[in-house]
């Protein structure tokens, strides 16, 4: 799987958009972009993925570059409970492949 | 459906003794997945299973841990004998075969071994 690329942190207020960088330069054009995040105490829980165009669900927006070099997640209404670390992970998706591999990810803080 | 469930919560044992954590996947979830969670690795992916059937364990740090999936709901993980390094989070999750593929963990097992 590609290794991605994330800040270790950022703050975000509460109400504005979150965007949350990734970059994964090696991503091979069969791989997808999942996004994952973890409450404290709490196990990780999905957000969303993608392949190479946009994707929006009730959770967040996901911005993947024409090169799919890299990607963004938006939280477009960020609150105090979506304070976590958000995990981007890119690997095949299918059977093979169904393995994740978490990085350090992004631990962000939305204050009020 | 009540999730991924694992027990017990919370675990405080000593050295050398037995470790049995236990998961029950969604139903109808094809894979189960064991990570552990520390400060200092992080979240790793120790076995999983797919069909009951262990596809890859080269995440298990060494013989002492060891998993089964003996039927399609439930599963354990246990460590004979264990350490104060094993102190950590362990979770359980599952996923169907097709569609998203995302994984739905459980709420996890703090383990502390003094």
């Known amino acids: 799987d590609a290794k991605t690329t994330q800040p270790p942190s950022m703050d975000c207020a509460e109400g504005r958009a979150a965007n949350l960088p990734c970059n994964h330069s090696t991503i091979s054009g069969n791989e997808y972009v999942y996004w994952y995040r973890q409450i404290h105490s709490q196990g990780p829980q999905y957000i969303i993925h993608g392949l190479k165009n946009n994707e929006t669900n009730e959770m967040a927006s996901l911005i993947i570059t024409e090169d799919r070099k890299s990607s963004t997640l938006i939280l477009p209404h960020a609150t105090l409970r979506d304070t976590a670390v958000y995990y981007c992970i890119v690997r095949v998706k299918g059977a093979a492949g169904n393995k994740l591999t978490f990085g350090g990810g992004t631990r962000v803080l939305v204050k009020p | 459906d009540a999730g991924v469930i694992q027990s017990p919560r919370h675990e405080v044992t000593e050295m050398g003794q037995e470790v049995t954590l236990r998961c029950k996947p969604i139903s109808g979830h094809d894979y189960l997945f064991w990570y552990r969670q520390t400060m200092m690795r992080g979240l790793e992916l120790l076995i999983y299973?797919?069909?009951?059937?262990?596809?890859?364990d080269s995440g298990m740090p060494e013989d002492r841990f060891s998993a089964k999936m003996p039927n399609a709901s439930f599963s354990t993980l246990k460590i004979q004998p264990s350490e104060p390094r094993d102190s950590a989070v362990y979770f359980c999750?599952?996923?169907?075969?097709?569609?998203?593929?995302?994984?739905?963990f459980g709420p996890g097992t703090r383990l502390t071994v003094l």
């Open positions: 299973f797919n069909n009951n059937v262990p596809i890859d």
């Open positions: 999750a599952s996923s169907r075969l097709a569609g998203v593929l995302e994984q739905f």
